[in-house]
């Protein structure tokens, strides 16, 4: 077990080393983040001076280096643009899209899996069909035109629900909380919807496949002839058997959710931090897009580690092999 | 057999495919009396399995049962439907299944399932679930049975988890139990132990068994009575030890040539020529005329039920005769000449 976590965590050092060479060597080739910081009409001296105080002029290498032993001491730098150190403007961002993250989950979660148990329990059925059907708009239809189509009906037509922005928070252990209130999951509960959609479509499908799998099995069979009732035989048998794949993807659509709800974000003006992305990149914000991505890695390594702990709880012939 | 448990009477089970209705079994009657084993012989794709399965109602679309009836203490199984059926499975008929190794959930233990299994039909505790279980492998021979509880399917051997699906049958003392090839994925020793523990269980719990097999050196040491199945229909039935000694119907002489125990060791074996027919595709008359070396000219219509002393039956035009039942070697000489 703690070699495991130790081979986990070496891997994940490598994965964020490779990570921060590529974007430090992809930014640079992009081009200098003070052409387009500085005006363009100001002088040569100006922006020399610019260039020296960011240590632009140093060579890349050392520049790499610089960055990496500041990260290692906890600095992860300061942004260009907004002149703050890059972590807090990390983490002003991270709460309002990690509760967005997670909730669009949930949804995907309570209405993916039963839904899809049922298409798989009971493929001929109508409901089940229209199930699939539903399944397959959810992860064909573009996310930005569902969210508008979202905000035409809810807020602009029927005015339900306010059309975008965060709305109220109430602070649960320091953290801007939207979900603990009534009036904050009217503002949530749009894009969440938007974002949970994708997923949902995937977790139906995949639901699906592994119950109509499991459900000609053996066991199943034999469960059947013991007197066990269908709602044990889903419940009990099918639902352990087919939640493999589904942690699986569950943890790498928590992962890239997280990471890339730009679009969403985009569309219900959530200030999350996608929209943050988008605009570092936009100017060539260079330490907010290095330090963006390393926390990416960070959490897609965090997300599997834990996918694979509960995989040796799922299927205890995992646990076997890793013990081995 | 006036006290038999199970009466199984015409059963017909149909197979909707593109072909056609495809008859797996055909009009398949027999009957089990209180701690008696039946073998239920045929070949791979004879409708022995899907006999078994017919019985529990656990056919599934696009299969169905035509007709016939299932009779449990005087209850047509085949009538009932959900919750009346759940009741009979597993409480009064239990089935062990061919793959022990398929038929136990692999991601569950031991104990979760046998629990389950016993809440399914008793509401009782999950303590005495457990009690109830662990009694239930010790009955089936399993050593320190408390840690077999706790232990998952893939750390079991075979054997074991073949005990384990026996015990789970065991579990609520049915009447009767469909035991479908059960040892054939096991080696030969740990399949005699079982066998001797089936004879043991029919005997001391009257637990009747319908014992589908292919292996006729299974049936010759277990079974009280034989019933031999072909394309779907029964062709020969009798008591085990008479069916064996003397063969009536021609298909079962040329089984009983082709066990290898009964040839000198490096002499070629007998085999009843060519292949069990496609259900799709059945010559008229006695399907399994084209393969037999007494077919004459009345084999293209259906052939009769002959019944013989001891209540034995065979379902041909020209079953061999008892006074001139030839020897096994000689059956063997009349299939290599055949074929």
Redesign the interface.
Known sequence: MIGFLIQRVLQALMVVIAMSIIVFLGVYAIGNPIDVMIDPASDQALREALIHRYGLDRPLIEQYFVFMNNMLHGDFGESFIYRLPVINLIFSRFPATLELALTAMLIATCLGIPLGLWAGYKP?ALSSRAIMAFSVLGFSVPTFWVGLLLIMVFAVELGWLPSGGRGPTTTVFGIPMSITSLEGWSYIILPAFNLALFKLGLLIRLTRAGTSEVMS???V?????????EG?VVG??VL??ISIPIVTVFGLELGSTLAFAVVTETVFNWPGMGKLIIDSITVLDRPVMVAYLILVVFLFVLINLVVDLVYGQ????IR?KAAS | MSDAVLKVRDLRTQFHTKAGALKAVDGVSFEVARGRILGLVGESGSGKSVTGYSILGLIEAPGEIAGGEVLLDGVDVTRLKGEALRRVRGAKIAMVFQDPMMTLNPVLKIGTQMIAAVRAHDKVSRKVAWERSRAALAKVGIPSPEERLDAYPHQLSGGMRQRVAIAIALLHSPAVIIADEPTTALDVSIQGQILAEVRRLADDTGTAFVWVTHDLAVVSSLADDICVMYAGKVVETGAAAEVIASPRHPYTAGLLASVPAEHEPGERLPQVPGSTPSLANLPPGCAFAPRCFKAGPACTTTPPVQHFEGGRTALCHYPIESDSCPPPSSTSAAYQNAS
């Open positions: 001929e099995s053996d066991f069979r034999f469960a059947r002839a013991q007197g066990l009732s044990k009990l048998h352990k058997n799922l299927d205890p012939r076997v």
